[in-house]
């Protein structure tokens, strides 16, 4: 058997817009402003779904949950990345490792840290510490250091395993 390795990236931002919360790698964080989008928004869900689709040669996530699809008005990002890493176990390949980086002046992303983690660890079936969670600000230049939005950058590993014939 061989084992064939390959990274994937992927980027996501949103406005803020009205709400109370906003949704980051499945955890639920206490926001003065939501996001605008299609489904919950979470920034760091859809830069790993998208990184883990092009780790594997899957196109993005806007060709297998396009916001013109009614289905997908307010789902739960965590849904679609367990579609995600079951279209990858399709196609032979695991996770190894997932890195993020948050970008956004505010929610806080510290106190909220260790959950995200986890809870991404669960959602690709990995172990907590095969998943970094980084966060940081643009030092309140942009948009996003003006507080309009958030964003979020995903670096993954990925296994192929193939059999040889």
Do not use: Y
């Amino acid at each position: 058997m061989s084992v064939s390795s390959r990274v994937g990236f992927g980027i996501d931002v949103h406005a803020f817009g009205t709400g109370d919360h906003v949704m980051l790698g499945g955890v639920r964080v206490a926001h003065d402003h939501g996001v605008r989008a299609h489904s919950d928004g979470d920034v760091v869900i859809h830069a790993l779904c998208d990184a883990l689709l092009g780790a594997a040669g899957l196109g993005d996530i806007g060709q297998h949950f396009p916001d013109t699809d009614p289905q997908w008005r307010g789902a739960a990002s965590s849904l679609l990345l367990e579609k995600v890493v079951t279209m990858l176990t399709a196609r032979g390949f695991e996770p190894v490792n997932v890195d993020v980086t948050i970008i956004a002046e505010r929610p806080r992303i510290g106190p909220h840290r260790e959950a995200i983690r986890h809870r991404l660890a669960e959602l690709v079936g990995l172990a907590p510490e095969a998943v970094n969670l980084k966060a940081t600000t643009t030092e309140q230049l942009g948009a996003i250091g003006r507080g309009e939005g958030i964003a979020a950058h995903a670096v993954v590993l990925v296994d192929s395993l193939a059999r040889e014939a």
